[in-house]
């Protein structure tokens, strides 16, 4: 069965400095896989995903993730965040056969003026 | 165009009571389903729709019930509330169950039982 671990739980960051959260997949297949964001009593917007071609994938908002299939990694980053980010981010797959997300845990994420 | 809407925003219920949250979609999207969100556990799959009048069960679908008899709409029902399905739930949809779409979620249902 396909899974996600996000390690980290809460991160804090201070405004200006630069960010990358983690995300680990498990999945047999090719992935497809996605960052959302949620700020605070809203839904999920989706930030950026991949499911071929350049590893490097950019996404709104300034982010940035790149696929490692040898570290079975699709981490997240952005070189300059700013308060505005403070949000919760989730990592998700989707299996094959159907667009079902498996979401990992979230990282939430604490700008610091 | 709404996007993926949900009502309502709060519901507080007693245990054993029944309810529908709903959902409706204005993008013509093929795909819907419904997820919770629960602390420190990401969000999980309760059932997905492929077309109107298709439904299945998703990773956790004890105590929900749904039907698809529209394309835009697919409400979420409560048979019998229970404490444990306190959440705040989802409702997302996408243009077809490609896994590569895009899902779109709806801003969220906070679901309270007693």
């Known amino acids: 069965a396909q899974s996600v671990t996000q390690p980290d739980i809460h991160i804090t960051v201070s405004e200006g400095a630069s960010l990358e959260l983690r995300c680990n997949y498990s999945?047999?297949?090719?992935?497809?896989l996605f960052w959302y964001v949620q700020s605070p009593g809203q839904g999920l917007q989706l930030l950026l995903k991949y499911f071929s071609g350049d590893t490097l994938v950019q996404g709104i908002k300034g982010f940035e993730a790149e696929f490692k299939r040898s570290q079975s990694s699709f981490n997240l980053r952005k070189p300059s965040v700013h308060w505005s980010d403070a949000a919760e981010y989730f990592c998700a797959v989707s299996s094959g056969g159907g667009n079902k997300l498996t979401f990992g845990t979230g990282t939430q994420l604490k700008v610091e003026l | 165009n709404a996007g993926v809407t949900q009502t309502p925003k709060f519901q507080v219920l007693k245990t054993g009571q029944s309810m529908t949250l709903q959902c409706a979609q204005d993008m013509n999207h093929e795909y819907m389903s419904w997820y919770r969100q629960d602390p420190g556990m990401g969000l999980r799959l309760i059932h997905y729709?492929?077309?109107?009048?298709?439904?299945d069960q998703g990773e956790v679908p004890n105590g929900y019930n749904v039907s698809r008899s529209t394309t835009e709409d697919f409400p979420l029902r409560l048979l019998s509330a229970a404490p444990s399905q306190t959440s705040v739930y989802f409702c997302?949809?996408?243009?077809?169950?490609?896994?590569?779409?895009?899902?779109?979620f709806g801003p969220g249902t906070r679901l309270t039982v007693l």
């Open positions: 729709s492929v077309g109107a009048g298709i439904t």
């Open positions: 997302a949809s996408s243009y077809s169950r490609d896994s590569s779409d895009t899902q779109y």
């Open positions: 999945y047999g297949a090719t992935p497809y």
